[in-house]
């Protein structure tokens, strides 16, 4: 499975809304459970990455509520609903659907 | 509090080989997935192994057939052996606690990273 990130690269202003769209070469969507095997991730600059979204859209404990993560089947959005300095980073989407696969990452700047 | 601290990085020539660990702490390796992942430098992420709760593994076909993952329960420290490196092997090897029962989902808890370089 191919995962698509876009853009490669944004530029917001403080507060505004940021959108990262991750687009999947196919469906992970388990029909079985009504569930997608799609996760977010965050990476600051010389750290690892941290969890923020997991089944496209459950928020992992502790990370901000402007973060939400919306989408089905194949196509999916990170949305940061009022920017902080502190969301500098690359994000990425990752699919668990048949082993795993890494979105390219989105750079997220300030404007 | 969950810790991984990975080690065994450093330089290798190709067609060399490099044992990597990770040593966890505040939980048990045996009750959870764990995974490798691994970043070039300057690049993104790209998934490497997993291996599930049962021990079954998981590998991407660019290490399939070269790497080797496995775990210590008793240690509770998580390897990958790296064998035939190549130079795109070249990259920080970051050890991830991974949510899964059956088989390896989402990774919650990462490891700091160890650079492995392959060069001549």
């Known amino acids: 499975i191919v995962l698509t990130q876009s853009p490669d690269s944004l530029a917001v202003s403080l507060g505004e809304r940021a959108t990262i769209n991750c687009k999947s070469s196919?469906?992970?969507?388990?029909?079985?459970?009504?569930?997608?095997?799609l996760a977010w991730y965050q990476q600051k600059p010389g750290q690892p990455p941290k969890l923020l979204i997991y089944?496209?859209?459950t928020r992992e404990s502790g990370v901000p509520d402007r973060f939400s993560g919306s989408g089905s089947v194949t196509d999916f959005t990170l949305t940061i609903s009022s920017l902080q300095a502190e969301d500098v980073a690359v994000y990425y989407c990752?699919?668990?659907?048949?082993?795993?696969?890494f979105g390219q990452g989105t750079k997220v700047e300030i404007k | 509090e969950v810790q991984l601290l990975e080690s065994g990085g450093g330089l290798v020539q190709p067609g060399g080989s490099l044992r990597l660990s990770c040593a966890a702490s505040?939980?048990?390796?045996?009750?959870?997935?764990m995974s490798w992942v691994r970043q070039a430098p300057g690049k993104g992420l790209e998934w490497v192994s997993s291996?599930?709760?049962?021990?079954?593994?998981y590998y991407a076909d660019s290490v399939k057939g070269r790497f080797t993952i496995s775990r210590d329960i008793s240690k509770n420290t998580l390897y990958v052996q790296m064998n035939s490196l190549r130079a795109e092997d070249t990259a920080v090897y970051y050890c991830?606690?991974?949510?899964?029962?059956?088989?390896?989902?989402?990774?919650?808890?990462w490891g700091q990273g160890t650079l492995v370089t392959v060069s001549s």
């Open positions: 991830a606690k991974t949510i899964g029962d059956t088989r390896p989902y989402y990774s919650d808890y």
């Open positions: 505040g939980f048990t390796i045996g009750s959870y997935a």
């Open positions: 291996i599930s709760i049962a021990g079954s593994t």
């Open positions: 196919q469906s992970v969507l388990d029909n079985s459970n009504n569930k997608n095997f």
């Open positions: 089944w496209a859209s």
């Open positions: 990752q699919q668990y659907y048949n082993t795993r696969t």
